[in-house]
Structures are given as C-alpha cells and as structure tokens.
C-alpha cells in the first residue's frame, strides 16, 4: 500500500536520521519533511518502531499514513515550477494540476 510519512523535527541530528531511515525503506523524498512509498503492513510497522525508537523521548512528531489505491487517484496536485508566479496570467508548459 502507498505510504506517506510527513514529520516535524526541529533537531537537525534527529531529523537527518529519521530522513536516512525513510531512505533506507525505500520511500521517495517529497517534501522537504515528507516521504512517500510503497510499504506493506509489516514493513509499515518495522518502519513505526524503527523511527519510534530513533525519535525516543525527543520532541518531534512523524505521522505514518498508508493510502488505498481507490484514495490515491482521487489526488490533486498543484506543481508551479521553482521561480514562477503561483498564480500566473498564462499557464505555462509544466504546470500540473490534476
């Protein structure tokens, strides 16, 4: 199943390592604090536990969220390419909205 992790940690140490640790599963770098990938239920539980352990009792917080094939092509998405106006008066080529 399709996951999304998105995270909020101030500690730079805590968070590169909660980014490696995505890394190491295989999840893709979405955002500057979230993942995305394929994960099935066991994995997506070995990666809770690897992270809740990384992150212990530091503050920070990490939401794991799985997304059902039916849900993900309900997905909208905006991409304005990095340097150009979010709201333009023409639409140029590389604008995706779904």
Known sequence: MKTFVIYDITEDRLRNKVFQTCKDYGLT??????????????????????????VGKKEG??????????????LLEICVPEGEPLMPTDKPAGYIIR
């Open 29 to 54: 770098h979405i955002q500057y604090s979230a993942f995305f990938g394929e994960l099935n239920h066991n994995r997506r539980e070995e990666l809770y536990r690897r992270l809740k352990r990384t």
């Open 61 to 74: 917080k990490i939401v794991i969220v799985p997304v059902c094939d039916k849900d993900l092509r309900l």
